[in-house]
């Protein structure tokens, strides 16, 4: 079963970690979350997210960030190989909850579901109309509050 270690600025790491067990409470063996700390070298936070990756029990590990060039993916960069872990950036939670819906397939695979998943959550949702109604000037109605 592949890891997953997600390295973003605090508190966002563990914040998404957290929502994940939420949906999947028997996961957390094989999700870490490393915060990056403001104000700490990226030697120190390379030491602490090469730690947080030594817990993961895992052969292969996808690790996930959130900002491309910031801190917590240039330090990602430097521990992922290529061959047994693979680095995407600009995590969300639905990329990270189909990473762990799939976690069992080949490392390729996940990171194609992960980017799929990032992808597909991002949408523009229709409104109803009793959220976009305008009150007309002749409406003797006080009741301002939506049912």
Do not use: W
Request: aromatic share 2%.
């Amino acid at each position: 079963m592949n890891g997953i270690l997600i390295i973003a600025h605090a508190p966002l790491a563990t914040a998404l970690r957290q929502c994940v067990l939420h949906v999947f409470p028997d996961g957390a063996r094989g999700i870490a979350a490393f915060d990056v700390q403001a104000n700490i070298p990226p030697e120190e936070t390379l030491v602490g997210a090469a730690q947080a990756l030594a817990l993961l029990d895992s052969s292969q590990i996808l690790v996930l960030t959130d900002v491309f060039g910031a801190t917590p993916c240039n330090v990602a960069q430097k521990l992922v190989d290529g061959v047994n872990s693979k680095l995407i950036t600009g995590v969300n939670l639905p990329m990270l909850l189909r990473t762990v819906t799939y976690r069992s397939e080949s490392l390729d695979a996940l990171v194609a579901r992960a980017m799929a998943g990032g992808t597909q959550g991002i949408m523009q949702v229709a409104t109803t109309a009793p959220q976009n109604q305008v009150k007309k000037k002749n409406d003797q109605n006080n009741d301002h509050h939506q049912q």
